[in-house]
Each structure stands twice: as structure tokens, then as C-alpha cells.
């Protein structure tokens, strides 16, 4: 993403994950933004169109999403997207530079 000047405002997508994951195989929904593009709805523009692609194009059955407990901007975004909360899948695991992560978990279906 960029804006109208051309500067870089972040990504969002979705991205394949294999079976080496905590949460094994599937397919994981996500966005960066640099600062200044907070609070402009980018991240649910982004990703509501990676949804759509996701299921309309692509044919997944679900699309998973995880943040960080303290990450509220990101838990708002999936809320918006009207994502399911599922603590049953939420996980822990040891990430290079971040030692250990909480992950929690977010469902979209079609």
C-alpha cells in the first residue's frame, strides 16, 4: 500500500503456513502498517479484500488470524471483519528474536 504521494503505508494479505506451525497447516491472514497510517482503515480495507479473494477466488474454507494479547488495534480489526474469536486454538511458541509469543487466535469463514 501506498498513498497518494506515493509513500509506503504497509501491507496486508494472507500467507500459507505448513504443518511445522503450532497450529499446523492453513492459511493466515495479517497486515503491517507504518504509524502514520493507523487509525484510517486500511488494515480492514486490505484485509477485507485478501478475504473475499480467499473465498471467492481462492476457495478456503477458513482463514486464520493472531496477534498478541496487548495488540488491541489488531483484535479491533479482526472484530470489524466480524472474525470468531477461538480461544481453543490460541497457542504459545518461540519465535528467532522474540522469544516466547501468545498467540491469539481469530477464525473467518466464507
Known sequence: MTDRLGGFLGYGGIVPHTDDHPLG?????G???SRNAWGHGYATEAATAA????????GLPQVLAYT?????????????LGMQRRVD??????YDGYG??????????P
Not at 68 to 80: H, T
Open 68 to 80: 498478541a494479547a496487548e495488540n488491541v488495534r489488531s483484535q479491533a480489526v479482526m472484530n470489524r
Open 31 to 33: 497486515w503491517r502498517l
Open 89 to 94: 486454538l490460541d497457542f504459545a511458541g518461540h
Open 25 to 29: 497447516e492453513h492459511w493466515d491472514i
Open 100 to 109: 516466547l509469543w501468545n498467540g491469539l487466535v481469530w477464525v473467518a469463514t
Open 51 to 58: 478475504l473475499i479473494d480467499a473465498f471467492e477466488r481462492l
